[in-house]
């Protein structure tokens, strides 16, 4: 019996190495971290990925064949991809001091064919307030199984805040943070602190 769950341990991290280093679909990410007057209120998402994930999407939902998605053909694409990872922040991980901050809902979904890629558009709900001290958010875009390569660009992401907020932000690699460990180095992080004015 004691072989027998060894083996069984020995094929479980076999398959888990496997899954962890090669992705199966690959997506491109921009990201802008979203304030209004209360605080920090979420994460929009704009996800591309790679033309053969999104041929065989667009040909599970293109239902008229016309080769674009219509607004009957959202939710259910939507469900397919949103819906598994809800339970993992949809890959939107916000780190405040030492804990995550758990995702609110998805808004303003829209999915579309870019030059053959399948474009998701969509903004992750969250709550932070904004005090007249600093608060720090470290923010990842990433698929920590590696099953989706997430190439986030921090480095050109983008912050929309109004004016009552000083916001300050900057993109580095995760090396340091040892919350996001589980994430491979080259996954950047954007870094932000915030406050009243």
């Known amino acids: 019996a004691m072989r027998g769950l060894l083996l069984f341990v020995s094929l479980v991290a076999v398959f888990a190495v496997q899954a962890f280093a090669h992705p ?54 939507q469900t397919a991809i949103l819906g598994p990872i809800e339970k993992n922040n949809y890959y939107n991980y916000v780190q405040a001091g030492s804990d995550f901050l758990k995702a609110r809902k998805i808004r303003n979904f829209k999915a579309s064919m870019v030059k053959g890629k399948l474009v998701l558009d969509f903004v992750v709900d969250f709550s932070m307030p904004a005090t007249a001290d ?10 920590p199984t ?15 805040a109004p004016k009552s907020l000083e916001v300050e932000y900057f993109a580095d690699a995760l090396d340091g943070l040892s919350l996001f460990k589980a994430f491979r180095s080259e996954i950047e992080g954007l870094y932000l602190r915030f406050k009243k004015k």
Not at 39 to 53: K, P
Not at 134 to 143: C, F, G, I, K, N
């Open 24 to 77: 199966h679909v690959f997506a491109d990410v921009k990201v802008k971290v979203l304030y209004d007057a209360t605080g920090f209120v979420g994460v929009e998402n704009r996800w591309s990925y790679d033309e053969i994930y999104s041929a065989a999407m667009l040909s599970s939902v293109d239902n008229n064949g016309d080769g674009k998605i219509s607004a009957d053909e959202q939710p259910p694409l």
């Open 146 to 160: 590696n099953y989706i390569q997430m190439t986030s660009d921090m480095e050109n992401a983008d912050v929309d």
């Open 134 to 143: 600093w608060t720090m958010l470290v923010v990842v875009v990433a698929d």
